[in-house]
């Protein structure tokens, strides 16, 4: 089945303790991007990546780091997490990154942070 | 910069009635023009899209029709069924120099009483 997955789906920490959430895609997507979605703000892009070894800031990129060393993984590094990224997270998908694309959602992962 | 405008919800409406969601977008050039469904739950999934003036995206019973003259995506279906109750995201995709953009509404959540 054509999918995105992450990993956790649920994940409460505290400040200051490193995390990572995960996301891989089996369709063979260039494109890879990270959201957050806050009520009344809609979804807000993190980081993308047009294809392996490119990145690039989306628009809340800060106290954020991705990596894309393979094209089916794009995970989301949280250095030192703080309570105003309490948030939920989307990986997301598509299949060149050109803009009459679709985007394929992963389920979410919401995180806490204490 | 670009941006999307939606109808604030939540909207309440009863079984077979009538739902427009309204979106007005802010873009330079020629975007293509989006709307997402988040279910309980779930990530977002495509609903129905439109990448030029006077297209008409379809979906199970959903319609919208792309218009640079307003600059509207308006959302409508003629019949609303419990099942439709979500989170609706207009969002657009616009072609940048090397890239593009995308930018998400900050959703209208609609529930359908039985």
């Known amino acids: 089945e054509a999918q995105v997955t992450q990993n956790p789906r649920y994940l409460i920490t505290v400040t200051g303790k490193k995390l990572t959430v995960t996301c891989s895609q089996n369709?063979?997507?260039?494109?890879m991007s990270w959201y957050r979605q806050d009520p009344g703000l809609g979804l807000r892009q993190i980081y993308y990546?047009?294809?392996?070894?490119?990145?690039d800031k989306g628009d809340v990129p800060e106290g954020y780091k991705v990596s894309r060393k393979e094209k089916r993984n794009f995970p989301l590094i949280l250095e030192s997490p703080s309570p105003n990224q309490t948030s939920l997270y989307f990986c997301?998908?598509?299949?060149?990154?050109?803009?009459?694309?679709?985007?394929?959602f992963g389920p979410g992962t919401r995180l806490t942070v204490l | 910069g670009d941006s999307v405008t939606q109808m604030e919800g939540p909207v309440t409406l009863s079984e077979e009635a009538f739902l427009t969601i309204n979106c007005t977008y802010t873009?330079?050039?020629?975007?293509?023009l989006f709307w997402y469904v988040q279910y309980p739950g779930e990530g977002l999934q495509l609903l129905l899209k439109?990448?030029?003036?006077?297209d008409k995206g379809s979906n199970k019973g959903f319609e919208a029709t792309y218009r640079k003259e307003t600059t509207s995506f308006h959302l409508e279906k003629g019949s609303v069924q419990v099942s439709d109750s979500a989170v609706y995201f207009c969002?657009?995709?616009?072609?940048?120099?090397?890239?593009?953009?995308?930018?998400f509404g900050a959703g209208t959540t609609v529930t359908v009483r039985a």
């Open positions: 369709m063979n997507h260039e494109y």
């Open positions: 873009a330079t050039g020629y975007p293509s």
């Open positions: 439109a990448t030029k003036a006077d």
């Open positions: 997301a998908s598509s299949l060149w990154g050109a803009y009459t694309d679709t985007q394929y």
């Open positions: 990546s047009m294809n392996v070894e490119v990145t």
């Open positions: 969002a657009l995709s616009r072609l940048l120099s090397n890239d593009y953009k995308l930018s």
